[in-house]
Structures are given as structure tokens and as C-alpha cells.
């Protein structure tokens, strides 16, 4: 049974295109590259970096109003904002969101909660400074009552839309 034309057509136009894709992978990598040169004394604009979210499973459509990542620190800058007596948290997300903003200083940038937000005008980029962990799961910091460390899982959910997609795939 075929699919018809016009469900052809809708799918793709929900596609995210070359040009959208290129501008954020270019401004994802502005920011490793910031990120990379501060925490690892490297020029690397991909290292470190892990996409997530929509855009990470591979469900974003055309037009996505934030891309998602996680920012993997090393050890000992998590030691260091652990120690803090209160919210070591936040002050992580603001020293990231400092480092960004020399990036993009005519840009709207925020900590909020467990993110660095970057906003354009065209979207946002919603960044999560985080800590690898021995499983491949991430430690990030959550600024609220007072800071605390929470994890998250994005590989297996990662893993999980794509184990979907190829059993419920259908060709178009």
C-alpha cells in the first residue's frame, strides 16, 4: 500500500533543511570551540559537545525554537563548584554563561535552573553544562533551592528513538 503524494510532500517539508541545520551546528560549535579553548585548553569546535533533545533523537521537524546540548566539563570543575558552601550551581551556570557571552555579547544570555539559554532571534540554544559519568550518563547542576546535582540519560533515550525508527520506519 503506498503513501500518498501529499503525505510525501508534508514529510518533506517538516524536514529540517541544509541551511537551518549549518546555521546552529555552526553556533554549536562556536561555542564548543569557547568552551573547549576555557576547560580544555583546545581549539576543538565538536569535542565535548553532545546534541540532544529533539535535534540528539532525531524527531526535530523544520523550524525547532531550541536546540538542546550538554557541555561535558571535566572532573576537576566539578570539584571545584562542589565544594562551594551554597548553590555551587549556579555559579557554574554563570561562569559558562560568562564564557558564552564573549562569544555573543549582543546576545540575550542566561542561567535558568539547570541551563545556560542563548537566545537568538531566531531560536535559542538551551545548553547544560554537565559531567560525563562512568555509565555514559551526565551529572548537571540544578540551581534551585538552594543547588543540587540531578542526571540525566540522553544516550538511552537516544538510542531508544532510533531503535523505534527502525522498527516502525516507514519508507515515504
Known amino acids: 500500500m503506498g503513501l500518498s503524494d501529499?503525505?510525501?510532500?508534508?514529510?518533506?517539508?517538516?524536514?529540517?533543511?541544509?541551511?537551518?541545520?549549518?546555521k546552529w551546528i555552526n553556533r554549536l560549535e562556536s561555542i564548543a570551540k569557547k568552551l573547549n579553548k576555557k576547560y580544555?585548553?583546545?581549539?576543538?569546535?565538536?569535542d565535548h559537545m553532545?546534541?540532544?533533545?529533539?535535534?540528539?533523537?532525531?524527531?526535530?521537524?523544520?523550524?525547532?525554537?531550541?536546540w538542546d546540548c550538554i557541555f561535558s566539563l571535566p572532573q576537576d570543575v566539578f570539584d571545584k563548584f562542589d565544594d562551594y558552601d551554597?548553590?555551587?550551581?549556579?555559579?557554574?551556570?554563570?561562569?559558562?554563561?560568562k564564557e558564552i557571552?564573549?562569544?555573543?555579547?549582543?546576545?540575550?544570555?542566561?542561567?535558568?535552573?539547570?541551563?545556560?539559554?542563548?537566545?537568538?532571534s531566531d531560536g535559542v540554544i538551551e545548553l547544560v553544562?554537565?559531567?560525563?559519568?562512568?555509565?555514559?550518563?551526565?551529572?548537571y547542576p540544578d540551581s534551585h533551592d538552594g543547588g543540587s546535582w540531578k542526571i540525566t540519560k540522553p544516550i538511552p533515550e537516544q538510542d531508544a528513538a532510533t531503535e523505534m525508527e527502525e522498527q516502525y520506519w516507514i519508507q515515504v
Request: hydrophobic share 30%.
Open 6 to 22: 501529499d503525505f510525501k510532500d508534508f514529510c518533506d517539508e517538516i524536514q529540517i533543511t541544509d541551511d537551518e541545520a549549518g
Open 129 to 139: 553544562p554537565g559531567f560525563e559519568q562512568s555509565d555514559g550518563n551526565y551529572k
Open 86 to 97: 551554597s548553590n555551587g550551581q549556579s555559579a557554574l551556570l554563570q561562569e559558562v554563561k
Open 40 to 46: 580544555y585548553d583546545s581549539t576543538s569546535n565538536r
Open 50 to 66: 553532545v546534541v540532544v533533545g529533539s535535534i540528539g533523537r532525531d524527531t526535530a521537524i523544520h523550524g525547532v525554537s531550541d
Open 101 to 120: 557571552n564573549f562569544l555573543y555579547s549582543r546576545t540575550d544570555i542566561k542561567g535558568d535552573g539547570q541551563v545556560v539559554v542563548v537566545s537568538f
